[in-house]
T-cell receptor
Framework: DADVTQTPRNRITKTGKRIMLECSQT?????MYWYRQDPGLGLRLIYY???????NKGEISDGYSVSRQAQAKFSLSLESAIPNQTALYFC?????????????FGPGTRLTVL | QKEVEQNSGPLSVPEGAIASLNCTYS??????FFWYRQYSGKSPELIMF????GDKEDGRFTAQLNKASQYVSLLIRDSQPSDSATYLC????????????FGGGTRVLVKP
């Protein structure tokens, strides 16, 4: 089984709808991240969490919110989806930090907002 | 100016040749540097990381770091068609936490 899973894998929705993307991990990592990827722009950090009680905004948090329900679960919500939120979304996890800390990515969710 | 810059490519190399990818970064306080490979429609997977000046080798891959010039490179020796992918450079600027800043990626095409 995959260490980092994301659901759904694909989602098509309409402008104004509320959408939740879910991420679960079995790696036992404390740190979890949400990124979006647009063609040619690499990965951009939306939110990150270093433990269950810690939530931090990334560089592009506007229009998004998150919930860390447990060490293993980190959800991303779009309260009112808009077309420019169409992108590939990745969840990632990492262990204890430090300069050699490595992030491991889930399979991604392709979101289309019409 | 972007914090982490990569040539978007595509970088076309013949099978068996060396592919050379470059990445420059703007923050002199950057502490560690990661190379990820991403196949089309798939998630990024770690190739290697480096944090000391010089070269670091892992199989057919060599990462090179020059902090004075603020660049990190990745060499792929004996390139194979299966190396055709987008390569992402990521930089850990340090400070609070382990946040990575990613470049836009370089697309590599290895032609048989």
């Amino acid at each position: 089984d995959a260490d980092v899973t994301q659901t759904p894998r694909n989602r098509i929705t309409k402008t104004g709808k509320r959408i939740m993307l879910e991420c679960s991990q079995t790696k036992g990592h404390d740190r979890m991240y949400w990124y979006r990827q647009d063609p040619g722009l690499g990965l951009r950090l939306i939110y990150y969490s270093f433990d269950v009680k810690d939530i931090n905004k990334g560089e592009i948090s506007d229009g998004y919110s998150v919930s860390r329900q447990a060490q293993a679960k980190f959800s991303l919500s779009l309260e009112s989806a808009i077309p420019n939120q169409t992108a590939l979304y990745f969840c990632a996890t990492s262990d204890a930090g430090g300069r050699t800390d490595t992030q491991y990515f889930g399979p991604g969710t392709r979101l289309t907002v019409l | 100016q972007k914090e982490v810059e990569q040539n978007s490519g595509p970088l076309s190399v013949p099978e068996g040749a060396i592919a050379s990818l470059n990445c420059t970064y703007s923050d002199r306080g950057s502490q560690s540097f990661f190379w990820y490979r991403q196949y089309s429609g798939k998630s990024p997977e770690l190739i290697m990381f480096i944090y000391s000046n010089g070269d670091k080798e892992d199989g057919r891959f060599t990462a090179q770091l020059n902090k004075a010039s603020q660049y990190v490179s990745l060499l792929i020796r004996d390139s194979q068609p299966s190396d055709s992918a987008t390569y992402l450079c990521a930089v850990n600027i340090g400070g609070a936490g382990n946040k990575l800043t990613f470049g836009g990626g370089t697309r590599v095409l290895v032609k048989p």
